[in-house]
C-alpha cells in the first residue's frame, strides 16, 4: 500500500476517473501524453488513487458513437509513470478475459506498481460492446462473472487453483512469480442487484456504489449491503464502500464534454472546494471510505482546482 501521512486527518479517500474516453478531454480525446500528465498532475495534487473505466465503446440511439482507450493498458502505463497513488478500475468486466490469463496480468500490474492497484470487477453494464468485440455472453454474463470472481479471487489469494466448470476448464495452474502482495490486491465490485450483491458479500474486500449524486441516494441503497453480508454470515463492518460522483467545475459551461458525462450536468456536485469538500465529508458521515470523482472539465486546469478541496478535507 502506498505510504500515508500520519498527520493528514482527511476523513475520505479520493480518487480521480481519467478521461480515456473519446471526446471526453477538453473536447478531444486524450492521448498517453495527456493522461500521463494528468495522473502525475493528480499525484501531485494530493489524489489517493486513479482509476480508469473499463469499456472498449459506447454506442446508444442517436448519438455518435465514442470510444474508449483499453484500460488494462493503460494501467500497466500508470503503474510505470506514478509513485504513490493507488491505481483501480472502475470496473473490470470479466467475461471479456479468460479468468487465469487475467490474473497473471494483475499481478504483473501489481509488480510494476509496487502493490498499488484496487482490482475492480464487474459483469459488464453496456451490451453493444459484447457484440462488437466478438462476446456472445451478455445474456451470460452473471453467471460467467460468478465463475470468472471465484477463479480470480482463489488465484489471487492463494496463487494455484484446479478448476472444472460451466464456462472455464484450468487445470494445474499457478501463479509465479507473484507480486508484492502475497495474497494479491483487494478486490472492489460495482453492484445494485441481489444476485450481484451475494458475490459481493462472498468476495469483494470493497463495494462500489456507483453514480449515487447525493448522500440521500446512497442512504437508500447502503442497506443492501448489509442485507447482503448478514445473508452471507459476514460482519457489513468488514467491507468497505466507495462511490463513484461527478463534480462540475466554475467554468464547465465553457466546455463542451463529452455526449456521456455532459448528461450528467443537471446533477452534479457544485460549488467552491469548501462547498464540495464539505459534500464529501457529508459521505464519508454515511460511511464511504472513497471516492472516486469525475471532474468536467477534466483537466490539468481542473485537477489544480480540485487541489484545494483535498487540502480543505485535509484540515479536518
Known sequence: ???RDPARRRPVQVGLLLPHLEGSYLGGTA?????AALAIAAEDAGFD?????????????????????????????????????????????????????????????EEISGGRVILGLGAGSHGPEFPAFGYDSWEHRVSRFEEEIGIIHTLLRTGRIDHQGRFHTIRDCELRPRGPRPEGPPIMVGALRPRMLRLVAAYADEWNIPWRQSVEE???????????????????????RSAALQVDLPDVASHPGSELYRSGRGRAIRGEPTQVAETLRGYAAAGVSHIQVWLDPSSVAGIEWFADVLADLDRG
Open 1 to 3: 500500500m502506498p505510504d
Open 31 to 35: 492521448r498517453w501524453a495527456d493522461l
Open 49 to 109: 488513487s486513479l482509476w480508469l473505466a473499463d469499456h472498449l465503446l459506447y454506442r446508444f440511439p442517436d448519438t455518435p458513437q465514442l470510444g474508449v482507450t483499453e484500460c488494462w493498458s493503460l494501467m500497466a502505463a500508470l503503474a510505470a509513470v506514478t509513485r504513490r497513488v493507488e491505481l483501480g478500475t472502475l470496473v473490470t468486466v470479466t467475461p471479456w478475459r479468460n479468468p487465469a490469463m487475467f490474473a497473471k496480468a494483475v499481478d504483473a500490474v
Open 218 to 240: 446512497l442512504a437508500e441503497v447502503s442497506p443492501r449491503g448489509d442485507e447482503a453480508c448478514a445473508a452471507a454470515g459476514r460482519d457489513p463492518a468488514t467491507l468497505r
